[in-house]
T-cell receptor, first 113, second 116 residues
Framework: AQKITQTQPGMFVQEKEAVTLDCTYDTSDQSYGLFWYKQPSSGEMIFLIY??????QNATEGRYSLNFQKARKSANLVISASQLGDSAMYFC??????????FGTGTRLQVFP | GAGVSQTPSNKVTEKGKYVELRCDPI?????LYWYRQSLGQGPEFLIY????????DSGLPNDRFFAVRPEGSVSTLKIQRTERGDSAVYLC??????????????FGPGTRLTVT
């Protein structure tokens, strides 16, 4: 079985600063993917970034980067230069071939001026 | 449309009633997923379709829940004899090809179901 653990229920960051949201996972699969989604107060789930288990380089998408440490089974999301619009719930998820996503409980990020 | 659409956006029903929730995936996406999100939790998987067939329905909580995708596009989640514990946001997602490891899922705005 797969499992995602997000231990930070809430995080605060000042605008323009960087923030790291933690995610650890458990799986017995050799091939899997790790995803981060953003969920603003409006409720929609917005895909941010993906990391494959065989990818040797950390994924980056604009201000988002994924700090993938396979041996530690962690996939932390780093948001650089935080903006007020980054305030939202952030979910880490794991998936494998032809399968559903398993989500963590999320981290609520609040960006203050 | 450009994205995944779900109707209705909100549904209030009485305990014991039957409800149907509709999902219209992104055109050309072969895989379709249903999730349920309770307050303060992450989405929980319910069922996954590849084309017209349910490839994995292991997340359906009991036999009151059923979903169909007869033509491989639109899907309907059906809940019989609703209970107050069914109250949640029901999310639909689609992906271009099945494969949780390499194909991101695009989510719809969800249907908020309230059972009174």
């Amino acid at each position: 079985a797969q499992k995602i653990t997000q231990t930070q229920p809430g995080m605060f960051v000042q605008e323009k600063e960087a923030v790291t949201l933690d995610c650890t996972y458990d799986t017995s699969d050799q091939s899997y993917g790790l995803f981060w989604y953003k969920q603003p107060s409006s409720g929609e789930m917005i895909f941010l970034i993906y990391q494959g288990s065989y990818d040797e380089q950390n994924a980056t998408e604009g201000r988002y980067s994924l700090n993938f440490q396979k041996a530690r089974k962690s996939a932390n999301l780093v948001i650089s230069a935080s903006q007020l619009g980054d305030s939202a719930m952030y979910f880490c998820a794991i998936g494998r071939d032809t399968d559903k996503l398993i989500f963590g409980t999320g981290t609520r990020l609040q960006v203050f001026p | 449309g450009a994205g995944v659409s779900q109707t209705p956006s909100n549904k209030v029903t009485e305990k014991g009633k039957y409800v149907e929730l509709r999902c219209d995936p992104i055109s050309g996406h072969t895989a379709l997923y249903w999730y349920r999100q309770s307050l303060g939790q992450g989405p929980e998987f319910l069922i996954y379709f590849q084309g017209t067939g349910a490839a994995d329905d292991s997340g359906l909580p009991n036999d009151r829940f059923f979903a169909v995708r007869p033509e491989g596009s639109v899907s309907t989640l059906k809940i019989q004899r609703t209970e107050r514990g069914d109250s949640a946001v029901y999310l639909c997602a689609s992906s271009l090809t099945p494969g949780g490891a390499s194909n991101e899922q695009y989510f719809g705005p969800g249907t908020r179901l309230t059972v009174t």
